[in-house]
């Protein structure tokens, strides 16, 4: 796959470091690649120094935490200025919230009686429900992450605290302010009637909003079809990205996607990157 524009690092819930990822990006064919860690940019400057190393065009992103009519989705940002003020000011409001919804989450684990886990909270990058996934699954009480968040860290279990994040407008507001094309991310995954997806897709091209992620791991061609036609009826362009966060046994991405279906505006049409990276998509 020559395009990757949704990735993750350490910086947010991913296994590799920037370099890291750039290097196993490089190595798996990728040309374009842009880092979207959740609600967090500190990973940016690294990878741009090792994509500059190893000739890959690099894209700094975001991946924004949103609630929408109560439910939480995800708005990436591609080609932001990271140093961009307001957007600055945003991502530490959300890393804030993270932090309080962590420190939630810790309490509601320890007055369960699952022992101290203060320790999810100390790190450098932004808390997630991964990383108190992963100290479950360290202290044996759940064998993997997946049975992890389906035993306490979704609605009704004890160690779910509901977050409440971004709006859809400000959040694609703060991404345009910084320059970037905003981009609804795999739209199939928050499990929406087709009537109720129209609507999110709806309100997020009103807003601004540039792409869907028509493009993104676990997509059948059929519902990549279908993506494709949604985004053409809202007049928004199509975006590409693994979303990856590990290197898995049965997943060697980044790399390995399929192109774009037929007929869809990839939304690096929009930017101007070099003639010898634009031919191929
Ligand atoms: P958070 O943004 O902190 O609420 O955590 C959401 C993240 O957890 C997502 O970005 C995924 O990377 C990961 N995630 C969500 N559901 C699962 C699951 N069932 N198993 C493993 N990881 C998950
Ligand atoms: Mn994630
Ligand atoms: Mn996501
Ligand atoms: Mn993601």
């Known amino acids: 796959m020559y395009y990757d524009l949704h990735t993750h690092t350490v910086w947010s819930d991913g296994e590799l470091a920037p370099s890291a990822l750039v290097a196993h990006a490089a190595r798996a064919g990728v040309r374009v690649l842009a880092l979207t ?35 939480t989705v995800h708005i990436v940002g591609l080609g932001v200025d990271v140093g961009n003020v307001g957007l600055k000011l945003a991502l530490l409001g959300l890393r804030s919230k993270r932090l309080q919804r962590g420190q939630a989450i810790v309490q509601a684990l320890e007055a369960a009686g699952l ?19 992963d100290w479950l699954v360290t ?5 993997n992450r997946a049975t992890a968040f389906k035993r306490f860290l979704t609605r009704g279990g004890v160690g779910y605290v509901a977050g409440e994040w971004a709006g859809l407008d400000e959040a694609v507001g703060w ?22 997806l129209q609507q999110l897709v709806r309100g997020f091209a009103e807003v601004g909003g540039a792409a869907l992620e028509v493009v993104t791991a676990g997509l059948d061609a059929g519902e990549m079809g279908r993506l494709a036609r ?9 975006s590409v990205g693994s979303d990856f966060h590990k290197v898995l046994p049965w997943r060697s991405l980044p790399g390995g996607l399929p192109n774009l279906p037929e007929g869809c505006r990839p939304i690096w049409e929009r930017w101007s990157l070099p003639s010898y990276v634009q031919e191929v998509c």
């Open 139 to 143: 202290g044996g009480h759940a064998r």
């Open 175 to 196: 991404i345009l302010s910084a320059g970037g094309d905003a981009v609804l991310a795999h739209p199939t995954r928050y499990r929406l009637s087709g009537g109720r």
């Open 115 to 133: 022992g101290d886990a203060r320790a999810i909270l100390e790190r450098d990058g932004i808390v997630s429900r991964v990383h108190v996934a």
């Open 37 to 71: 860690d959740h609600d967090t940019t500190d990973g940016v400057d690294e990878a741009a120094l090792a994509a500059d190393g190893l000739g890959l065009q690099f894209v700094p992103g975001v991946e924004l935490s949103v609630t929408w009519q109560g439910l």
């Open 230 to 238: 949604l985004a053409h009826r809202h007049g928004l362009c199509a």
